[in-house]
């Protein structure tokens, strides 16, 4: 395998892991990940636990589904990471001192920084590797697999196997 190919996959599984890692602490306390986000003063009282689990569940999906080079998820990805540097340069502008969230309530950036630059660059660093993945499939002219193809492969299966016995 070139190393640029390396490269991609190794960029694709990292960022993958990052959201499933992300958001799966998070769903594992959502009323945690709640206060979380009430710090942020954004969201209204009554939406709170709805994006508590629902932004989380996004991470973990957007996740997989990159690992698995499955169609769209990284335009959630970056979707994501757009909306999390808008909420970040958001808290910066206000002067907040809150936690990111980023990892759920244990995370040790939270404990020992409490800083949201750092995040904030941390997040441009994984949008750089949003922007090589998107320009290696382009120069690659790389096709991400449809979530139907998927489904209609894996019913496909079950019916060949029944067919030959």
């Not at 960022?15 to 890692?21: E, K």
């Not at 636990?49 to 080079?69: C, R, T, Y």
């Amino acid at each position: 395998m070139k190393t640029m190919e390396l490269l991609y996959r190794l960029c694709r599984w990292t960022l993958g892991g990052i959201f499933i890692y992300a958001g799966s602490t998070k769903l594992l306390e959502p009323e945690i990940f709640a206060v979380l986000i009430e710090a942020y003063g954004i969201v209204p009282e009554g939406l709170l636990m709805p994006v508590a689990i629902g932004l989380p569940l996004l991470e973990v999906i957007a996740g997989v589904g990159l690992l698995f080079d499955i169609q769209g998820s990284l335009s959630m990805i970056t979707g994501l990471l757009v909306f999390f540097m808008l909420v970040l340069g958001y808290a910066i502008w206000m002067g907040l001192d809150v936690d990111c969230g980023c990892f759920g309530p244990e995370d040790p950036e939270a404990e020992a920084f409490h800083g949201l630059r750092l995040t904030l660059f941390r997040d441009l660093v994984m949008m750089a590797g949003v922007v090589f993945i998107y320009s290696w499939r382009r120069y690659r002219a790389i096709q991400t697999t449809g979530v139907m193809v998927i489904v209609n492969q894996l019913f496909n299966r079950g019916r060949k196997k029944d067919a030959y016995v």
